[in-house]
C-alpha cells in the first residue's frame, strides 16, 4: 500500500469526488478525516472507511467560517497528532446566472466556500503541524472551469482559476520545507453535480437535458465523463513518493476535454 500510516484530510469528504478520495486513501492505508457541512454523509462515509480497517474521525464543518476550520485541524491532531495529507476538495457549484443578474450574496459564497476555504484549511495545518515537521503534502481540487471560462458560471470558475494560482504561490512558498502543493482538475465527473449543472446548461441554452448531456460529453476525446474513482487514484499519485519530484503542478483529469 502507498499510503501505509499516513494521515489525510478530506474536506467535502461525505459524497461524490471527495468521499471517492477519502475511501482511495483508506484502501492505500491512510487513516482518514473527512469534513463537510452535513452531517448525515459524513457518517456513512465514515463507516464505510472503517470497514477497510482504517481508522476514520468526521467532522462537520463548514470551511467557510474560519473558528469552525480551526476547531476542525485542533481535533484532528488531537487525535492522530498529525496530517500527511491535506486534500481540498470542498466546494459548491454556486449560482447558474449572468453576471448583470448577479446576486453578491451568491458570489461573496462561492468564493468564500469554494478558495477561502481552501486557504484556512490549509493555513491552520500547515501553521500547527505541516511546516514545524517540515513535511506534508497538498492537494486542492479545481476543475477544467478553472482553466476557461463557462457562461453563466462566473463565480464557480473564478474561484476554480483562483485555486490554481494558489496553488502555485503555495508550493513557491513551502517547497523549502520539504512540502508539496499540486492540483486536480477534472472534466464532466459522473454525479450530482454534473447532473445538476447540466440541467442548468439546460435552462440557460433552451435545450433539453440529454441534449446538454450529448453536448458535454461530444467535447470530450474519450467521449464519455470522467469517474469519481478515476480523480481519486490521480490524488494517490500526488499524495504518494512516486511523484515526489511534482510540485506547483494543476492536472488535468477530463477525458480529453482539456489538453494543456
Known sequence: MQLEGKVAVVTGGGK??????????????????????TEADLKKTAAEIEKTGRKCLAIATDQAVDEQVRRMVERTLERFGRVDVLVNNAGIGGPAVSVA???LEAWNQTLAINL????????????????PRKSGNIINISSVAGRMGEPYR???????????????????????????VNCIAP???EGERIEWALRQ???????????????????????????????AALAVFLASEKSAGITGQTINCSAGLMMD
Do not use: H
Open 187 to 189: 472534466g464532466p465527473v
Open 154 to 180: 462566473s463565480p464557480y470558475s473564478a474561484s476554480k482559476w483562483g485555486l490554481i494560482g494558489f496553488t502555485q504561490s503555495l508550493a513557491m512558498e513551502v517547497g523549502k520545507y520539504g512540502i508539496r
Open 201 to 231: 446548461v439546460s435552462k440557460n441554452q433552451g435545450i433539453t437535458y440529454e441534449q446538454a448531456v450529448e453536448g458535454e460529453v461530444a467535447r470530450t476525446a474519450l467521449g464519455r465523463m470522467v469517474k469519481p474513482e478515476e480523480v
Open 16 to 37: 461524490g469526488i471527495g468521499k471517492a478520495i477519502a475511501l482511495t486513501l483508506a484502501g492505500e492505508g491512510a487513516d482518514v478525516v473527512i469534513a463537510a457541512r
Open 116 to 131: 477561502t476555504g481552501a486557504m484556512l484549511c490549509t493555513k491552520y495545518i500547515l501553521k500547527n503541524d505541516m511546516i
Open 101 to 103: 443578474d448577479m446576486e
